[in-house]
């Protein structure tokens, strides 16, 4: 039987123990990790802690709801030792719909793909992009695009200084400055949470920033977040000469080659759209297809009551 537990229910040595040892293992899925990008998440769980399924709950417009977080790409179902079937997914979704009536987005990893039916919502197809570095760093290098290689190329010859910091907050001022025109209006939490984030993967050895300076400025930078089996592209920012000077290429083509040769997989965390997806492919990354759970299940007045609502909180964003 599937149960639903709030936060303070959690067994988290047992819900991390699933996670860590899981085949579909995903750093966002960890306890620690979650409790930053989304404080007061519930969970699903099945048998002692052998297959769990964590929800970011929120509270909107006075309604519950799961709504995928910021800097936590995918999530699904997870299992100890096995890959959960058609069966599986199928008790934990209805157990979700039992509890959750709105869902604006859940997004499940591609190791859920396989047998995963929406019942009562849609499944949206989304793409992400991973490049596995087991090969040596001139065979992956090799597979570059003509138009990436002339990037790096061209990146190479801008007597960029390089360097590993600690500090994100040069990547957040640029990313403020120069890198919301084409997504709209970013919340000003959002950069609150990535620092305190930060903070939390650097106590635990799992994160690295780089960044390309010119004049002492820094120009560009590049954050990744490790685990043991993936490298994560979880942020970036560049002002107009890093962009101009192909930095950031320059600054992934420097982790690329440092782990390849090994057992794991280079997630670009492609977003939905096409030049980004287009410049991640650049780099011999192939397509990574997941899913988006999106479900509206309010009685009727509810519904419109909350569409109203959503189109003037979008009208006051967009002034």
């Known amino acids: 039987m599937v149960r639903y537990l709030s936060r303070n229910q959690i067994d988290v040595t047992a819900y991390d123990r699933c996670i860590a040892y899981s085949p579909q293992r995903l750093i966002y899925a960890f306890s620690w990790y979650l409790d930053v990008v989304t404080p007061g998440w519930e969970l699903l769980v099945e048998g002692d802690y052998e297959r769990v399924m964590p929800l970011p709950v929120r509270w909107r417009y006075g309604v519950k709801a799961v709504i995928q977080p910021l800097f936590c790409h995918q999530?699904?179902?997870?299992?100890?030792?096995?890959?959960?079937?058609?069966?599986?997914?199928?008790?934990?979704?209805?157990?979700?719909?039992?509890?959750?009536?709105?869902?604006?987005?859940?997004?499940?990893?591609?190791?859920?793909?396989?047998?995963?039916?929406?019942?009562?919502?849609?499944?949206?197809?989304?793409?992400?992009?991973?490049?596995?570095?087991?090969?040596?760093?001139?065979e992956l290098a090799a597979g570059y695009s003509k138009g990436q290689k002339w990037n790096l190329r061209h990146g190479l010859r801008q007597n960029w200084e390089f360097t590993e910091t600690d500090d994100i907050a040069p990547l957040i001022g640029l990313f403020r400055t120069y890198n919301t025109g084409g997504i709209g209006r970013v919340a000003s939490d959002a950069y609150a949470k990535l620092q305190r984030l930060v903070a939390v993967l650097q106590e635990r050895q799992q994160v690295r920033i780089r960044v390309a300076q010119r004049n002492g400025r820094v120009e560009a930078g590049n954050l990744l977040v490790t685990d043991v089996n993936r490298v994560i592209h979880l942020f970036c920012s560049a002002s107009p000469e890093g962009r101009k000077g192909s930095a950031r290429t320059v600054i992934l083509d420097q982790f690329i080659r440092e782990y390849a040769g090994q057992s794991i997989w280079f997630d670009f965390e492609s977003p939905e759209v096409d030049s980004l997806a287009a410049f991640n492919r650049g780099f011999g990354a192939g397509p990574e297809p997941y899913v988006r759970l999106v479900s509206n299940r309010l009685p009727g007045p509810m519904r419109f009551l909350h569409q109203i609502k959503k189109r003037l909180h979008q009208t006051l964003l967009l002034r």
Request: net charge neutral.
């Open 75 to 138: 999530l699904g179902v997870f299992a100890l030792h096995e890959t959960p079937d058609a069966t599986v997914l199928t008790r934990f979704l209805h157990t979700l719909y039992q509890h959750v009536r709105y869902i604006p987005s859940y997004q499940f990893q591609a190791a859920n793909m396989p047998g995963l039916t929406a019942e009562a919502g849609q499944l949206i197809p989304m793409t992400n992009h991973v490049l596995n570095l087991q090969k040596p760093y001139t």
